[in-house]
């Protein structure tokens, strides 16, 4: 199979360049051009793909060698084109910047697998005409890579811009001034969400008056064709209802990677969202509770009706599967500005900490005696604010071969049929084969 629909790759020079900023505007400038646009964003990040999601109105998707492997890439960059007339991947970090200090997974890594052409976005602030010596360190520094344009951000005036224009290594496709009412506030694991601010979508007007938008569907469109490798057929599924796995989605529980959902959804089972928050009784055979932000929601989570009624599933034997946040609502409590009741099925304590405590991609295995998820490889990264403490009868399912995960390498935490890890894990089919049979078992009791 083949796919040649035009991208880019928008790379930094750095983190803190404006990268994310002028991403999500030129895709706002796009969808005012009147086009189909497809976002992606490269690395283990939940919300840039937020921004992008609700400015293209299409979900953006995550493209992580080391989680998906370059074959997993193409996979989901060809389904997720369909239908779309261009595709812009945002960049994470600088544009070299990969896993441990090397080059895998890096914004030039995503780039040379899509045969993508990249625009560079540079800080210009206080430089001039230096800025040209950082652009052909860029241009020249990986020959394999196709630096194609230059976004120029925080130009002071029109007589800073034209000292940098003087002199050109790589084709200025935009000079961005500074404007400050559009900037998105951050919070301890990165940006606001997008629906706690709109200005990056708004920031799309400023884009199309600062860069050529023309100019840039060209470079986009150098892109050469790509061989996608076939994806192994999923099984067929009987005629019996499919089971439900209950999604927590809201203001919460935020962080999910649309890839596990669509994985889920192909291996047999019926997605169905819900409110820990605002819901009581959702109809649900298992459960998936992903990353957010539980500790910002710790009154109206221990208020929520929810609680005691998924605690009592858990009782039952529902299979649960939590994740970061998931998983500190699983616990007896979450300590913050005071002490929250959570769900308390899994023996252990959450404290949120202003330090961060690990970051960094994750790899392991569930152990063979776990209730549910058989000995299953595991792929997938960490990143929190907070510490889970213990109890002596702790048992744990996911034993981690890189990564901190709850404590030494162990994660995974397990009581009845809830499983609850720190890991934010990219789903293998295997997995998902697995946790949509305990929901189908369930469902028969």
Request: charged share 20%.
């Given at each position: 199979?083949?796919?040649?629909?035009?991208?880019?790759?928008?790379?930094?020079?750095?983190?803190?360049?404006?990268?994310?900023?002028?991403?999500?505007?030129?895709?706002?400038?796009?969808?005012?051009?009147?086009?189909?646009?497809?976002?992606?964003?490269?690395?283990?990040?939940?919300?840039?793909?937020?921004?992008?999601?609700?400015i293209?109105g299409?979900t953006?998707?995550?493209?992580?060698?080391?989680?998906?492997?370059?074959?997993?890439?193409?996979?989901?960059?060809?389904?997720?084109?369909?239908?779309?007339?261009?595709a812009?991947?945002?960049?994470?970090?600088?544009?070299?910047?990969?896993?441990g200090?090397?080059?895998?997974?890096?914004?030039?890594?995503?780039?040379?697998?899509?045969?993508?052409?990249?625009?560079l976005?540079v800080?210009?602030?206080?430089?001039?005409?230096?800025?040209?010596?950082?652009?052909r360190?860029?241009?020249?520094?990986?020959?394999?890579?196709?630096l194609?344009?230059?976004?120029?951000?925080?130009?002071?005036?029109?007589?800073?811009?034209e000292?940098?224009?003087?002199?050109?290594?790589?084709?200025?496709v935009?000079?961005?001034?500074?404007?400050?009412?559009?900037?998105?506030?951050?919070?301890h694991?990165?940006?606001?969400?997008?629906?706690?601010?709109?200005?990056?979508k708004?920031?799309?007007?400023?884009?199309?008056?600062?860069?050529?938008?023309?100019?840039?569907l060209?470079?986009?469109?150098?892109?050469?064709?790509?061989?996608?490798?076939?994806?192994t057929?999923?099984?067929?599924?009987?005629?019996?209802?499919?089971?439900?796995?209950g999604?927590?989605?809201?203001?919460?529980?935020?962080?999910?990677?649309?890839?596990?959902?669509?994985?889920?959804?192909?291996?047999?089972?019926?997605?169905?969202?819900?409110?820990?928050?605002?819901?009581?009784?959702?109809?649900?055979?298992?459960?998936y509770?992903?990353?957010?932000?539980p500790?910002?929601?710790?009154?109206?989570?221990e208020?929520?009706?929810?609680?005691?009624?998924?605690?009592e599933?858990?009782?039952?034997?529902?299979p649960?599967?939590?994740?970061?946040?998931?998983?500190m609502?699983?616990c007896?409590?979450?300590?913050?500005?005071?002490?929250?009741?959570?769900?308390?099925?899994?023996?252990?304590?959450t404290?949120?900490?202003?330090?961060?405590?690990?970051?960094?991609y994750?790899?392991?295995?569930?152990?063979?005696?776990?209730?549910?998820t058989?000995?299953?490889?595991?792929?997938?990264?960490?990143?929190?604010?907070?510490r889970?403490?213990?109890?002596?009868?702790?048992r744990?399912?996911?034993?981690?071969?890189?990564?901190?995960?709850?404590?030494?390498?162990?994660?995974?935490?397990?009581?009845?049929?809830?499983?609850?890890?720190?890991?934010?894990?990219?789903?293998?089919?295997?997995?998902?084969?697995?946790?949509?049979?305990?929901?189908?078992?369930?469902?028969?009791?």
């Amino acid at each position: 199979m083949q796919t040649d629909v035009p991208r880019i790759v928008i790379a930094g020079t750095h983190s803190g360049c404006g990268k994310t900023t002028i991403s999500s505007g030129l895709m706002s400038a796009l969808v005012a051009h009147g086009l189909e646009v497809q976002p992606f964003k490269s690395g283990p990040d939940f919300i840039d793909p937020s921004h992008h999601t609700l400015i293209c109105g299409r979900t953006s998707r995550n493209l992580d060698p080391c989680m998906m492997g370059e074959a997993g890439i193409l996979r989901t960059f060809a389904d997720a084109t369909a239908g779309a007339d261009i595709a812009i991947v945002e960049g994470a970090m600088g544009m070299f910047d990969g896993s441990g200090g090397t080059d895998v997974a890096s914004a030039a890594h995503v780039a040379r697998i899509l045969k993508a052409p990249i625009i560079l976005v540079v800080d210009a602030h206080a430089v001039s005409r230096s800025i040209h010596a950082v652009i052909r360190g860029f241009k020249e520094f990986d020959p394999r890579v196709q630096l194609a344009g230059i976004i120029y951000n925080r130009i002071g005036s029109e007589r800073h811009r034209e000292m940098i224009a003087r002199e050109e290594v790589v084709p200025a496709v935009g000079w961005v001034t500074r404007v400050e009412e559009y900037e998105v506030k951050s919070r301890h694991l990165g940006l606001m969400m997008a629906h706690e601010s709109h200005g990056m979508k708004d920031f799309g007007r400023v884009i199309q008056e600062s860069c050529d938008i023309e100019q840039i569907l060209t470079v986009a469109a150098t892109a050469q064709p790509l061989t996608v490798p076939q994806a192994t057929a999923p099984g067929s599924h009987s005629a019996h209802p499919r089971p439900i796995i209950g999604v927590a989605h809201d203001n919460a529980f935020c962080f999910y990677y649309q890839d596990n959902i669509d994985r889920l959804s192909r291996a047999g089972s019926e997605i169905r969202y819900f409110s820990p928050l605002d819901d009581a009784q959702p109809e649900m055979d298992a459960v998936y509770i992903g990353g957010g932000y539980p500790e910002l929601y710790g009154s109206a989570l221990e208020r929520s009706k929810f609680r005691k009624y998924l605690r009592e599933k858990v009782m039952e034997g529902i299979p649960v599967y939590g994740e970061c946040g998931g998983l500190m609502y699983l616990c007896k409590s979450i300590e913050t500005d005071k002490t929250y009741t959570m769900l308390d099925v899994l023996p252990a304590q959450t404290i949120m900490t202003k330090k961060l405590q690990t970051l960094g991609y994750v790899r392991g295995r569930f152990s063979t005696r776990s209730l549910w998820t058989g000995a299953v490889a595991v792929r997938g990264h960490e990143f929190h604010y907070s510490r889970v403490e213990c109890e002596p009868e702790c048992r744990f399912a996911l034993r981690l071969d890189q990564g901190t995960g709850i404590v030494e390498g162990n994660d995974g935490l397990t009581e009845y049929s809830t499983i609850g890890a720190y890991t934010h894990a990219y789903f293998t089919d295997a997995f998902c084969r697995h946790f949509v049979a305990a929901a189908k078992a369930f469902s028969r009791r």
